[in-house]
């Protein structure tokens, strides 16, 4: 498995933009698809974005599209989450995750019969009003 550590997250003013960074480090960074899920407080996590193991395909929750753009560097073993024009609703942990599958990204929040095989620790994102 890799290991999964996010950095990044901080308190931000609405309309404000971050920039959350996801490293792995263990095995092929590459083998894996990623993914950035949240989970605000009190509610379930969702998914947010997710890339193919080669960068070229992007998944992103409709409520974010157009604002945020996920986006992988193979030799640096990072996956990026640029955040912009963030709203308050958008305050939540933010999750790195990895599989092997892409598919997997985009359904596990939705399907109780799939689990993500990697998970990282998470960073809070607090977006003011």
């Known amino acids: 498995q890799v290991q999964l550590v996010e950095s990044g997250g901080g308190l931000v003013q609405a309309g404000g933009s971050l920039r959350l960074s996801c490293v792995a480090s263990?095995?092929?960074?590459?083998?894996?698809?990623m993914g950035w899920f949240r989970q605000p407080p009190g509610k379930e996590r969702e998914v947010v974005a997710a890339i193919n193991r080669g960068g070229h395909s992007q998944y992103y929750a409709d409520s974010v599209k157009g604002r945020f753009t996920i986006s992988r560097d193979n030799a640096k073993n990072t996956v990026y989450l640029q955040m912009n024009s963030l709203k308050p609703e958008a305050t939540a942990v933010y999750y790195c995750g990895a599989d092997p599958t892409f598919h997997t990204l985009v359904v596990v929040t939705t399907d109780t019969n799939i689990h993500l095989e990697v998970w990282g620790q998470g960073t809070l994102v607090t977006v003011s009003s």
């Open positions: 263990g095995r092929t960074f590459s083998n894996y698809a």
